[in-house]
């Protein structure tokens, strides 16, 4: 009896020792669920965390941008148009007055003439700058190639170009986004660069818009932000993220720079 007995207390003991270690075992992957579980929480935080600041940073961006533009706009009204009103009503009072000699009357009329044609000149260079009417007219292609038309008639860079953009791909507000885009690059080559010729290339595959754009000037270090932003690195990263779109840079000092956009 005394060995059966003892048997049955190993088996309960046996049996004991696995219950425990099953407790135990499922304490543990109950611990290891609950930390790995918050680790992934926290990530998930830091994450929508990241997201937020970048989203904000981007505001912060258009917002700046924004300004930039009406102060700009603000300026141009003041310098040209505003300057040149006032020398048409100079002259304009000076011919009301009616005290002026035959040959003071034409050199006075001259005058408003020529100031007139001026500031007409002026106010469609602004309001060109504002939406290029080719864009508004014509499409994005042909307001992209009169862009780069431009810049190699003017000779500061040579750019090699191939368009191959659908239509209507855009709504009008997003390809106007995308002009800027590329004016931006283009201008960075130019004054911060010192470029001498670039590449840009537009093409749509399986429904989505390729921008790749490159230029042989002296690349900048990718590590250094603030040196982006005084690039317009800013400006542009913001219009892509309106156009829900993504980019990578490819760039460094005395290598040239190269974007990838995909929208």
Avoid: C, W
Wanted: charged share 25%; aromatic share 6%; net charge neutral.
């Amino acid at each position: 009896m005394e060995e059966i007995f003892s048997n049955e207390d190993k088996v309960i003991i046996t049996t004991l020792i696995g219950v425990l270690m099953l407790l135990l075992m499922g304490v543990a992957l109950l611990v290891f669920f609950f930390l790995s579980r918050r680790k992934i929480t926290e990530k998930e935080l830091e994450k929508k965390t990241l997201e937020i600041g970048y989203q904000k940073e981007i505001i912060q961006s258009i917002i700046v941008t924004q300004e930039k533009e009406r102060k700009r706009i603000a300026q141009d009204l003041h310098d040209d148009i505003s300057s040149k009103l006032n020398v048409i009503n100079l002259n304009a009072n000076l011919l009301k007055d009616g005290e002026l000699t035959a040959e003071e009357f034409i050199t006075v009329n001259d005058g408003i003439l020529t100031a007139t044609d001026k500031t007409l000149e002026s106010a469609r260079r602004i309001a060109h700058n504002l939406l290029p009417p080719i864009l508004d007219k014509f499409g994005f292609k042909e307001a992209v190639e009169e862009l780069v038309d431009t810049f190699n008639n003017s000779r500061k860079i040579d750019i090699n170009y191939n368009l191959k953009y659908p239509k209507k791909h855009l709504n009008s507000s997003q390809e106007l986004h995308l002009f800027r885009i590329i004016q931006e690059l283009i201008n960075n080559s130019i004054r911060h660069g010192n470029a001498t010729k670039s590449t840009l290339v537009i093409e749509e595959k399986n429904k989505s818009l390729f921008l790749n754009y490159s230029d042989n000037g002296i690349g900048f270090n990718l590590k250094e932000l603030e040196f982006k932003k005084g690039l317009g690195m800013k400006n542009i990263e913001s219009r892509v993220s309106i156009l829900n779109g993504i980019f990578t840079i490819e760039t460094d000092i005395n290598s040239g720079f190269a974007i990838k956009i995909t929208i």
